[in-house]
T-cell receptor, first 111, second 111 residues
């Protein structure tokens, strides 16, 4: 079972460039999430989607946009990357009353 | 505001040396407390969910317990393969979808 798949695994950008992080799950989960993980700070929620067609802001949404393309896919877009967005990004999904399942992350460096 | 504090930040044990990791939390009504394991370069892997004070869950050498203010992850006779970062997260009663994570305890078990 693939579970939650994130692409790309690594990316280096220059300040001001844009890019989209992709996430797909094959578990037929309704809810999907985007987190960032920084040293010493734990995982922080950026955006989430409770179901297809809905998205909501999390704790740290500034500088990001999301799209819930269909039930399987949830993308995260950086319109104008900044060095402060250097981080490891994780996508997760869950079914009702079940724990979140995570992908293996995208390691993003912004120079 | 929900808060999760994990201690210690790092722990080194000899193989077979039992110990406990602590997760202290402040939340406006606990819906669930989650333990995850994270290996280097990987996403968090679900271990346990605890819902109410007094509850305990076990899996191999790991046992998680819960009180009204904190949770412990007890590791009995650890092996080198138990080396990982252990994350604790809480879900508040009024937040059906969002988790608040601690910054983790990095466990190293030496052979």
């Amino acid at each position: 079972n693939a579970g939650v798949t994130q692409t790309p695994k690594f990316q280096v950008l220059k300040t001001g460039q844009s890019m989209t992080l992709q996430c797909a799950q094959d578990m037929n989960h309704n809810s999907m999430y985007w987190y960032r993980q920084d040293p010493g700070m734990g995982l922080r929620l950026i955006y989430y989607s409770a179901s297809e067609g809905t998205t909501d802001k999390g704790e740290v949404p500034n500088g990001y946009n999301v799209s819930r393309l269909n039930k399987r896919e949830f993308s995260l877009r950086l319109e104008s990357a900044a060095p402060s967005q250097t981080s490891v990004y994780f996508c997760a999904s869950r079914d009702v009353n079940q724990p979140q399942h995570f992908g293996d992350g995208t390691r993003l460096s912004i120079l | 505001e929900d808060q999760v504090t994990q201690s210690p930040e790092a722990l080194r044990l000899q193989e077979g040396e039992s110990s406990s990791l602590n997760c202290s939390y402040t939340v406006s009504g606990l819906r669930g407390l989650f333990w995850y394991r994270q290996d280097p370069g990987k996403g968090p892997e679900f271990l346990f969910t605890l819902y109410s004070a007094g509850e305990e869950k076990e899996k191999e050498r790991l046992k998680a317990t819960l009180t009204k203010k904190e949770s412990f992850l007890h590791i009995t006779a650890p092996k080198p393969e138990d080396s990982a970062t252990y994350l604790c997260a809480v879900q508040a009663a009024g937040s059906a979808r969002q988790l608040t994570f601690g910054s983790g305890t990095q466990l190293t078990v030496l052979p």
